[in-house]
């Protein structure tokens, strides 16, 4: 059986437009203009054809990125808005937490607000008076729940929200992105109480950008971009899907961030360029590349992906004394790795012509955040012959939040008498 059913579903609003601001629909329809004037690109199809089902009693997660539509869908599933076309069906009494502090009178109470809500949604007002004392309890705010709501901060207002939300005691519950402002030790009583939801075979649409809790909660996941669904499924393929996009957009903007700044500052001839580079160039760097372990050139990497940097060189006389090094610093300037060829015990030659450095690093291990790569050829005792500092960049985005710039690899251990959750499985 189904709990929701969504079938064709578009909303589409229009854009805002200074040159229609003080248009009135009887000026409209006398001008004749009315249709005119909703041009197809003032038009934004938050929601473009998008069908599923969510069985009853399960939990069917939503994600994508900002703008995909994910909150538009809540609000048309929940009948706060109304769809352009398709069909949306509820069957049992819903309760959503979608805004934060919607459906609140900013001037009255908590108390107050907390009755009117729960006759919103379908309660007697004996029924709130037998549930109150729970809801206040929950959303832990019995000093303040005479105060009027517009003295609670977002913590508060989240907590009120989701404590009323759960309490009803609803058949489908729709949760969107706002436990991300809740307090640190109240999100984790949320998601046991979803838990509990969960035990109790109820159904639950729930929308996030934690990923993490996507995949330990939920059933499904359907992936929501530009309005569109780019695929449902079983959570862990979904987000590793959706992961490979974000990875690919974040590498195309990285790129395309590149070449801005070389046309805007013709790069090639900048005053800062050439600071960041010295060195007569007897044996010169021509072209320098970051790729990944498939040999693919790259800008955006995970933490657990290694590193190619491949350097393009020529001598133009016959060099005996040469080393290569590499250097690696974070937006700080700080060191994160260094080392050449004379620190690890090669001994040079010679070199002459055309050729090829490879440097393999087959795990960065450093945490979110832009990196900086520094690459030089100089003679044993320092002379440079071409030193490229900080002229090349890189990007590490992770899932994970721990800080500092280097990730070992590690792992926790408890004793008998300290319980803890273990984390679901999960890519950095």
């Known amino acids: ?102 459906g609140f009178h900013p001037e009255i109470t908590g108390r107050e607000n907390i009755f009117i809500n729960g006759i919103m949604l379908g309660l007697s007002k004996k029924q709130i008076q037998e549930k109150y004392e729970g809801i206040v309890r929950f959303a832990e705010l019995e000093e303040f729940i005479e105060a009027p709501v517009k003295t609670y901060s977002s913590g508060m207002y989240m907590r009120l929200g989701f404590s009323i939300a759960i309490n009803v005691n609803p058949d489908v519950l729709l949760v969107d ?23 109790r075979k109820k159904t639950i649409l729930f929308v996030s950008h934690d990923l993490s809790t996507v995949e330990k909660i939920c059933d499904r996941v359907a992936w929501l971009k530009n309005g569109r669904v780019q695929t449902i499924g079983e959570p862990r393929r979904v987000i590793d899907a959706y992961l490979q996009d974000v990875a690919e957009k974040a590498e195309d903007e990285f790129e395309m961030r590149q070449q801005e700044i070389k046309q805007e500052e013709h790069f090639e001839e900048t005053e800062e360029r050439r600071e960041n580079r010295w060195g007569k160039r007897e044996l010169e760097i021509k072209k320098v590349r970051m790729k990944g372990l498939d040999g693919k050139e790259k800008h955006v990497f995970s933490p657990d992906e290694g590193m190619v940097i491949e350097m393009e060189v020529e001598a133009y006389s016959r060099i005996k004394d040469f080393v290569f090094g590499i250097g690696i610093f974070n937006s700080q300037g700080i060191t994160v790795y260094g080392t050449n060829t004379l620190l690890e015990d090669f001994y040079s030659v010679e070199a002459y012509g055309q050729g090829k450095v490879t440097c393999r690093l087959e795990r960065l291990s450093l945490v979110n955040g832009t990196y900086y790569l520094d690459v030089a050829i100089h003679k044993r005792d320092g002379y440079p012959y071409d030193y490229h500092k900080s002229l090349y960049s890189f990007l590490v985005s992770s899932r994970l ?24 499985r999960r890519d950095t």
């Open 1 to 102: 059986m189904h709990a929701i059913e969504i079938e064709n579903l578009t909303r589409i609003y229009q854009k805002y437009s200074s040159q229609h601001r003080f248009k009135t629909f009887k000026s409209a329809l006398l001008k004749g203009d009315l249709f005119r004037s909703l041009r197809p690109d003032e038009l934004v199809h938050a929601l473009e054809d998008v069908s599923f089902d969510v069985d009853a009693g399960t939990t069917f997660g939503v994600i994508g990125q900002n703008g995909s539509g994910k909150s538009t869908l809540l609000k048309v599933v929940a009948g706060i808005t109304k769809p352009t076309s398709g069909k949306v069906v509820v069957h049992g009494k819903v309760s959503a937490l979608i805004e934060l502090g919607a």
């Open 177 to 199: 992105e706002v436990l991300a402002v809740g307090d640190a030790s109240f999100v984790p009583k949320c998601l046991d109480r979803i838990d509990d939801f969960r035990r």
């Open 401 to 424: 939040k721990d800080g500092g710039i280097f990730r070992p690899e590690h792992t926790w251990e408890f004793s008998e008498k300290i319980r803890l959750k273990p984390p679901v």
